[in-house]
């Protein structure tokens, strides 16, 4: 029923996602944009359902209106709402528990002001990842938890990247995971996949570093995603750690390891090449968006 799960976006877990909802920048996300354009326009709310490990929450979507002409370049929010006494921020709060607590005991400590500046630190943050469905006004929520990051931390470290971004990139499930640690690691490889992949919609399967769809002539879709600093070490899935690129550039990269110098958007060659990314439609961009929270 729930099979077609596209990508909408990953969320940290913080203070007004455990009680108010989650804000939305949709520029890059593909397919949710064009779902959304087809259901709600800006300014307009309607009810949806969130569906957390397999039971239905009522929330409201609402396409935040703004000032077109005074702000011509922003870049369209959705923001999924619930109310603080609602079952869904109950159950958000209690599945991420962790970070509840962190925030709570922080809070308890500062003024008022400062108080929805708190960020869990790195080691411990939590995710929320959302999903379309196929039905429009409903969402897949898959709650990435502290555990759930420790257990595939473990599982990973001794992973050869470039296995492991073949794994995520073709779809290849890791067969030595035993079932306990596999319900976890599943949840973030999804993730994971599911963030190159909307990427690669987003570049049309275009290289980032040639510019070229070298899969067109033949008619399939091949490219692939590669983590900036190495997902086995960092776990980093966010978009602003994937670049996209053809798979001939990405043997090169792993094999030649050049240095990325993220201002230049530029990979440094030990022999003194330096290859600048031609297309970049979220390495950028991904700094403004991020920042609206
Ligand atoms: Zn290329
Ligand atoms: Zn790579």
Redesign the pocket.
């Given at each position: 029923m729930l099979d077609e799960n596209y990508y909408v976006y990953k969320k940290e877990v913080d203070w007004s996602l455990l009680h108010e909802g989650v804000g939305i920048p949709v520029t890059i996300q593909v397919v949710f944009q064009h779902s959304i354009n087809q259901f709600l326009s800006r300014g307009q709310s309607k009810n949806i359902y969130l569906v957390i490990e397999g039971k239905t929450y009522k929330a409201e979507l609402k396409n935040q209106k703004f000032d077109e002409r005074k702000y011509p370049n922003r870049t369209d929010i959705m923001q999924i709402r619930y109310n603080p006494q609602s079952d869904i921020a109950q159950k958000l709060r209690n599945i991420f528990s962790s970070s509840y607590q962190y925030i709570l005991e922080q809070r308890n400590a500062i003024f008022d002001k400062q108080k929805k500046f708190i960020n869990v630190p790195k080691e411990q943050k939590e995710y929320l990842a959302i999903y379309t469905t196929v039905y429009a006004d409903t969402y897949l929520l898959d709650c990435i938890t502290r555990e759930d990051t420790i257990a595939t931390k473990e599982q990973i470290a001794h992973e050869d990247e470039q296995e492991y971004e073949t794994s995520i990139n073709y779809g290849l499930m890791d067969s030595k995971a035993t079932i306990e640690t596999a319900c976890q690691t599943t949840k973030i490889r999804k993730l994971s996949r599911a963030i190159g992949d909307n990427l690669k919609l987003l570049y049309d399967y275009r290289?980032q570093?040639?510019g070229?769809n070298i899969s067109e002539r033949y008619e399939v879709a091949v490219a692939e995603s590669h983590h900036i600093d190495p997902f086995v070490e960092s776990l980093n899935n966010n978009a602003d750690n994937q670049i996209i690129?053809?798979p001939?550039?990405h043997r090169i990269i792993h094999r030649a390891n050049p240095v990325f110098y993220r201002g230049k958007l530029t990979f440094a060659y030990k022999n003194g090449v330096e290859e600048r990314i031609v297309l970049d439609r979220h390495l950028s961009r991904h700094r403004t968006a991020g920042s609206m929270g």
């Open positions: 290289c570093l040639c070229q690129i053809c001939n550039h």
